[in-house]
């Protein structure tokens, strides 16, 4: 028998605030936007946005998991990343040298699609799991599958910046190996909560109060690590013990806040702010609009309109909603 699935409305808002740290920190990079604090506010706080989103996306997939929906899932994000790869298209394909380097990058997804482009494998590997592991293996089958996964994104990140390894063991962040021990965190997560229900969780005092000290001991981390001079700014090597707890306590914290649902679908808004707030950005930089707090507002309110507009248009709604109102979709 099925747990019983349960909707958290907190999360919903929780992906609306993490959608705005996404278009702040694309703003901030690519209008060129300077403000004290910047490196220890992007690389220790703002870093953390994508990791929580994966966190976010198993605790949904699990739900779609029980539903029996991962097929329908995982069809559904490849549709959605071959519209979006294709919207973006003119920006991204005029790079491409040739054919190779064209087919490489849809593998790996440009830009900010690689979420899709990772999610969808790692909802692979999920469908795998369930279909071939049997039912009491699941579970551990997963955590060990996400440990070893934390360990080789553990050591490629950093030995990208020392070398200790050799060049040969390097991949880049932006990837399923670095999403994938989040994914698995909300996935058991949820599955926890289904058995348990949300009254097992640490008091919401408790939790809250660890939000702040671990998102400051991440910007300590990365004054150290620049202080230190071992390592340039772009992609700094993350300490692994806050880089996979404080996505997790963030997301605990927010289970503890009990709000009421939404009239707008949160989560519908927050994939549209994901998906179209690169665009926008883009559009901006490109006649020389780099006015930051402009450029950010309306990378976030120009989808947040459209989220709400898209229920009122039949066949666009009946299309888009299909995919995106899934708490698995990749917000």
């Known amino acids: 028998m099925s747990p019983p699935v349960t909707r958290y409305p907190s999360l919903d808002y929780l992906r609306v605030v993490l959608a705005a740290g996404v278009v702040f920190a694309h703003s901030v990079l690519m209008t060129g936007y300077e403000f004290r604090w910047k490196a220890e506010i992007g690389y220790g706080v703002l870093r953390l946005v994508v990791p929580a989103f994966a966190l976010l996306s198993g605790f949904g997939l699990f739900h779609t998991a029980v539903r029996g929906r991962l097929s329908t899932w995982l069809r559904g994000l490849v549709v959605l990343y071959g519209i979006w790869a294709a919207i973006y298209l003119p920006v991204w394909g005029r790079q491409m040298p040739d ?78 190996l670095y999403l994938l021990p989040f994914v698995v965190q909300g996935y058991v997560l949820a599955r926890w909560l289904a058995r348990r229900g949300p009254d097992a969780l640490p008091s919401a005092g408790t939790l809250w109060a660890l939000v702040p000290i671990l998102l400051g001991l991440r910007m300590i981390e990365v ?109």
Request: hydrophobic share 60%; with cysteine.
């Open 99 to 176: 054919a190779v380097a064209f087919l490489s990058e849809m593998l790996k997804g440009p830009m900010h699609l690689w979420y899709i482009v990772a999610l969808t494998q790692i909802v692979a590997i999920l469908w795998v799991v369930r279909h071939l592991v049997p039912a009491s293996w699941e579970i551990p089958t997963l955590v060990g599958v996400a440990v070893v996964g934390a360990m080789a994104a553990t050591l490629t990140q950093y030995n990208l910046h020392y070398g200790f390894l050799g060049p040969q063991f390097t991949a880049r962040r932006a990837g399923p």
């Open 223 to 331: 004054r150290w690590v620049t202080a230190a001079g071992s390592a340039p700014l772009k992609d700094l090597p993350e300490f692994p013990l806050l880089l996979y707890l404080a996505p997790l306590v963030i997301v605990l914290a927010t289970l503890r806040i009990a709000l009421p649902a939404s009239r707008v679908n949160l989560t519908c808004a927050s994939v549209l702010i994901y998906l179209m707030h690169m665009g926008i950005i883009i559009a901006f930089v490109t006649f020389g609009i780099t006015q930051i707090w402009l450029v950010f507002a309306t990378s976030l309110l120009l989808p947040f309109l459209a989220a709400l507009a898209l229920p009122h248009l039949p066949s666009v709604g009946r299309l888009g909603g299909k995919w995106v109102n899934s708490p698995a979709a990749p917000s």
